[in-house]
């Protein structure tokens, strides 16, 4: 409860981001008394491995393994929650906010898939959940949809919200590394979930956006209800084609309303290369939103990594300490919209594509493509393919890129299943929109 009395914290993981979070309570105890009025007390730890060397200093500070050291500690008020996955995040948060407790947390896995559960337990029990850390990193953005844009209907989202895939996508071209070194490098870090899988299949961005869509639009948005892929099967080739037309490769999230309808999708997107997410680069974020007052806000800066998330942990211990986190939780229920919005079928998504095939380098490979395209009626505007390194070998393979005229995500789709039975494909087939 919110008070002028010292405010008694624990952290439930030490990892990346609890150690951040160790970090400020410890450097900046002075500016958090200032900023709050209050002593900002970290009582007690814990974490999976209480033996595991930290390189945070935690002397003083009592760590455990079990929960239930804090559950049972009638001093602490809010716990700081930053361990990744559903269990046993689902339940810790479960019986913390039964204990009495108020909860921190950055676990966008959680929230996406538990959030209503947990919201309306919260809300039952009169207490408060904060998460700004949950969405686009040190970014402020879930403050931004849920105070400061209030005024406004929201028209669109267009973000790039994963930093491990941001950091990966820009790497490769910048330095011409391969996808597996920068995977590593992005996980050493600490800016990968425990699982990268989720970073670089859409997954993770997937996640924040539905979080952030439900906070913007007041609409729940399953994640099967998104047009998901990741960036695990593009190749430098891809960013280098890409760069060549003047684009830049980015996993672009967005979630637009057209025509009374929401249409969503997280995808390897092409982005001409002068426009602000194409700048986005490293483990950055950028969150390009757009209210029917307020017009085209622009967001950015550190998606992922320790201090940036821990900047935006300790902003939510800060509202706290201040009761401000506890009147914005209450009014988080007026954010829903009155009726659910309807989605957009994904088969009706109308973009431009970029194609790329890897195929036997033999007659009648390209015609055949083009002939499934034509019968889709997706209409080719551009074709490449670079001659291989011996042109009289015809046991190669070649690499062919298409960029399409505007069509269906439907049309695609049906295009890509015949072109997929192809005696003469080789290798994965590469598919992104277009946003020019
Ligand atoms: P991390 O480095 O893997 O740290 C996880 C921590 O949780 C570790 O200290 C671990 O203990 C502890 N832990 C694991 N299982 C536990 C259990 N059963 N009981 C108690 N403690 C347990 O993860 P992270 O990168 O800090 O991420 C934490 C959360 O923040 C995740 O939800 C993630 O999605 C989110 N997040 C991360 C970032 C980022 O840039 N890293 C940014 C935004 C949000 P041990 O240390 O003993 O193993
Ligand atoms: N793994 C996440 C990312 C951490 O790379 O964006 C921040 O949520």
Known sequence: MPGNSDLNIALVGC???????????????????????????????????????????LSGIPVSDDIQTVIADPDIQVVIHVVGGINP?????????????????????????????????????????????????????????????????????????????????????????????????AQARGYAEADPAMDVDGTD????????????????????????????????????????????????????????????????????????????NGADNIVSIEGDAVGLMRFSGAGAGQMPTASAVMADVIDYATGRAAITFQSLQRLQSRESIPLQPQEELSRRYYLRF?????????????????????????VRQDETADVDDLSGVARLVIMTHRTTEGRLRSADAAIAKLQSLRGNRIRMPIAD
């Open 205 to 280: 961005a997937a996640q924040k956006l539905s979080i952030l869509t439900q906070l913007a639009y007041g609409t729940a948005v399953p994640l099967d209800a998104i047009v998901r892929q990741g960036i695990q099967h593009i190749e430098l080739l891809d960013l280098l084609v890409a760069a060549e037309l003047g684009y830049r490769v980015k996993l672009l999230a967005t979630s637009r309303l057209s025509k009374g309808r929401l249409e969503i999708a997280v995808q390897p997107t092409l982005v001409k290369a002068d426009r602000p997410a194409a700048l986005t």
């Open 89 to 185: 995040a689902r339940a810790d948060v479960t019986s913390l906010l039964e204990a009495g407790k108020d909860v921190i947390t950055a676990n966008k896995a959680l929230l996406y898939a538990h959030g209503a559960e947990l919201f309306g337990l919260a809300h039952k029990l009169g207490r408060t959940i904060c998460f700004e850390a949950a969405v686009a990193g040190g970014i402020p953005i879930i403050s931004a949809v849920t105070t400061a844009l209030t005024a406004n209907r929201i028209v669109s989202i267009e973000a790039i919200l994963n930093g491990t895939s941001n950091f990966i996508l820009s790497r490769m071209l910048d330095r011409r590394q391969t996808y597996e070194d920068v995977l590593t490098e």
């Open 358 to 382: 890897t195929v036997a380098d033999r007659p009648h490979v390209l015609a055949d493509i083009a002939d499934i395209l034509g019968r889709n009626e997706i209409s080719i505007s551009s």
């Open 15 to 57: 990892g990346t981001v609890g150690s951040g979070v160790v970090r400020i309570v410890q450097t900046s105890s002075d500016l958090l008394t200032q900023r709050t009025g209050r002593s900002i007390r970290l009582r007690r730890i814990v974490v999976r491995d209480p033996a595991k060397k930290r390189d945070v200093d």
